[in-house]
């Protein structure tokens, strides 16, 4: 199978950064950063604190850059990169909630229903189901069609096992496809 221009490109860029190019480093993060920022803000649903993260992860991908023996799999340990990061600042603001709910217990946190009027822009009809989904859902789907990843490359990215992203594309496209279709029952295909 041979590899895109654009991924031949990036292990070209990320080869050429490992060994200290600055030049390639920038051109490396003018790339990549936007697709990073995207990911960590579906994860996260901030744009601030995405940003924030994804700060920290090119932190954490210059110093580790010179260690990966494979470049092409940037991509994923990217990703995995990001995502790790995301999980440690959800797990910080889960403890800063459950200390602001103890100070105002009253206060109702639950998020709002999905809404079933999709409307007929088929794009907002799109991005309304997807919004339905659940995050794990989500987060594989678009992965898989905004960012075509690999189902094997979302695996490493989210440090999950590949069968347990092939149930979740799975299911994503079941949910979505009842979404668009308008079917509000489970019914298997």
Known sequence: ???SPDRLLDDTLVSNAATGSPLAFNALHARWHPRLLRHAYRLLGNADLASDVVQEAWMDIVKGLHGLNDFGAFQA????IVTRRCAKSIKTLQKRRRLEQTWHPDEDHTPPACETDLGSDILA???QALACLSSSHRIVTELFYLEELSVSEIAIALEIPLGTVK???MHARHQLRSQ????????RY
Not at 180 to 187: E, L, P, S, T, Y
């Open 1 to 3: 199978m041979s590899r």
């Open 77 to 80: 340990w990217a990703f995995r």
């Open 125 to 127: 009809c799109i991005k």
């Open 167 to 169: 149930t979740r594309l």
């Open 180 to 187: 668009i279709q308008g079917d509000k029952h489970d019914q």
